[in-house]
């Protein structure tokens, strides 16, 4: 990634689109990962309809919430390439 994949972070501007649990892993994901600017929205995140082969709720919105931290990282890595 290096210098300037670290910039293209630190200057992305994300809407965090799951609720609950969901949303505050990947909020807190994208803060740790150094993205500008996290902000709450309100629906389904996109991916969403993705079905996670996991049992407990907990674990099922802590691996969305990675999932669309994730989502939202690549894509700003991929800005300006």
Known sequence: ????????????????????????????????????EVRMGCGEAPGASVTLPLDDPSARAVAQGAMEALEAIKAALAEGT
């Open 1 to 36: 990634m290096g210098e300037a994949g670290q910039a293209r972070i630190a200057r992305a501007r994300v809407v965090v689109h799951s609720k609950g649990l969901a949303a505050e892993v990947a909020a807190r994901y994208l803060a740790g990962a150094g993205v500008a």
